[in-house]
Protein backbone atom coordinates (compact mmCIF):
# COMPACT_ATOMS: atom_id res chain seq x y z
CA UNK A 1 0.00 0.00 0.00
CA UNK A 2 1.28 3.49 -0.66
CA UNK A 3 0.82 6.27 1.25
CA UNK A 4 0.95 9.60 0.19
CA UNK A 5 3.22 12.14 2.30
CA UNK A 6 1.33 15.57 3.26
CA UNK A 7 1.33 18.52 1.26
CA UNK A 8 3.47 21.02 2.84
CA UNK A 9 2.47 24.68 2.99
CA UNK A 10 4.24 26.99 0.72
CA UNK A 11 5.60 30.20 2.20
CA UNK A 12 5.58 33.32 0.34
CA UNK A 13 7.46 36.75 1.42
CA UNK A 14 4.44 38.97 0.81
CA UNK A 15 4.84 43.05 -0.18
CA UNK A 16 2.50 45.37 1.63
CA UNK A 17 2.46 49.06 0.81
CA UNK A 18 2.40 51.46 3.87
CA UNK A 19 0.53 54.92 3.86
CA UNK A 20 1.24 58.10 5.97
CA UNK A 21 2.56 57.22 9.45
CA UNK A 22 2.77 54.13 9.39
CA UNK A 23 6.00 54.32 6.87
CA UNK A 24 7.83 55.97 9.65
CA UNK A 25 7.27 53.32 11.92
CA UNK A 26 8.32 50.69 9.49
CA UNK A 27 11.39 52.73 7.65
CA UNK A 28 10.09 52.52 4.43
CA UNK A 29 6.76 52.67 1.91
CA UNK A 30 6.33 49.23 2.18
CA UNK A 31 7.46 46.18 3.69
CA UNK A 32 8.03 41.98 3.12
CA UNK A 33 6.28 39.67 5.83
CA UNK A 34 6.49 35.77 4.88
CA UNK A 35 2.82 34.15 4.43
CA UNK A 36 1.83 31.27 3.71
CA UNK A 37 -0.60 30.06 0.69
CA UNK A 38 -4.28 29.50 2.07
CA UNK A 39 -3.18 32.52 4.53
CA UNK A 40 -6.04 35.41 5.92
CA UNK A 41 -5.68 39.17 6.75
CA UNK A 42 -5.73 38.12 10.06
CA UNK A 43 -2.78 35.50 9.38
CA UNK A 44 -1.18 38.83 7.40
CA UNK A 45 -1.59 40.52 10.96
CA UNK A 46 0.66 38.01 12.70
CA UNK A 47 3.37 37.93 10.48
CA UNK A 48 3.32 41.50 10.79
CA UNK A 49 3.78 41.53 14.32
CA UNK A 50 5.99 39.09 14.32
CA UNK A 51 8.55 41.09 12.15
CA UNK A 52 7.72 44.07 12.22
CA UNK A 53 6.62 44.77 16.31
CA UNK A 54 6.74 48.75 16.46
CA UNK A 55 4.69 48.80 13.42
CA UNK A 56 2.17 45.83 14.60
CA UNK A 57 1.65 48.53 17.86
CA UNK A 58 0.29 50.91 15.36
CA UNK A 59 -2.41 48.63 13.68
CA UNK A 60 -3.57 46.61 16.42
CA UNK A 61 -5.26 46.71 19.75
CA UNK A 62 -4.85 45.30 23.25
CA UNK A 63 -7.09 42.57 22.12
CA UNK A 64 -5.12 41.73 18.75
CA UNK A 65 -7.87 43.81 17.10
CA UNK A 66 -7.56 46.65 14.40
CA UNK A 67 -7.37 49.88 16.13
CA UNK A 68 -9.99 52.22 15.65
CA UNK A 69 -10.23 53.77 11.92
CA UNK A 70 -7.02 51.59 10.87
CA UNK A 71 -7.67 50.51 6.87
CA UNK A 72 -6.80 47.74 5.26
CA UNK A 73 -7.24 47.10 1.15
CA UNK A 74 -6.85 43.93 -0.87
CA UNK A 75 -6.77 44.82 -4.15
CA UNK A 76 -8.37 48.66 -3.62
CA UNK A 77 -11.43 46.59 -1.65
CA UNK A 78 -11.84 47.68 2.09
CA UNK A 79 -11.27 44.01 4.43
CA UNK A 80 -14.72 45.36 5.56
CA UNK A 81 -16.59 45.14 2.44
CA UNK A 82 -14.92 41.08 1.63
CA UNK A 83 -14.66 39.39 4.62
CA UNK A 84 -13.31 41.56 7.18
CA UNK A 85 -9.35 39.42 8.98
CA UNK A 86 -10.83 36.38 7.23
CA UNK A 87 -10.55 37.62 4.03
CA UNK A 88 -7.86 35.37 1.67
CA UNK A 89 -4.56 36.94 0.35
CA UNK A 90 -3.38 35.56 -2.61
CA UNK A 91 -0.22 35.91 -3.94
CA UNK A 92 -1.38 38.12 -6.83
CA UNK A 93 -3.20 40.54 -4.11
CA UNK A 94 -2.29 44.16 -3.48
CA UNK A 95 -1.94 45.07 0.00
CA UNK A 96 -2.28 48.51 1.51
CA UNK A 97 -2.13 49.71 5.13
CA UNK A 98 -3.87 52.78 5.85
CA UNK A 99 -3.68 54.21 9.53
CA UNK A 100 -6.19 56.67 10.85
CA UNK A 101 -7.16 59.69 9.41
CA UNK A 102 -8.06 63.05 10.42
CA UNK A 103 -7.86 66.52 9.60
CA UNK A 104 -10.42 69.14 8.07
Not at 23 to 41: E, F, N, Q
Not at 42 to 55: F, G, N, S, T, Y
Not at 69 to 84: A, N, R, S, Y
Request: hydrophobic fraction near 40%.
Amino acid sequence: MTTSLPTQTQIKDKTVRLSATLRAAAGGKAITVPLASGATVRDLLQAIEDAHPKLAAKLLDASRGLTPGTQILVDGKHIDWLEGLDTPVDDADDLMLVPPLSGG
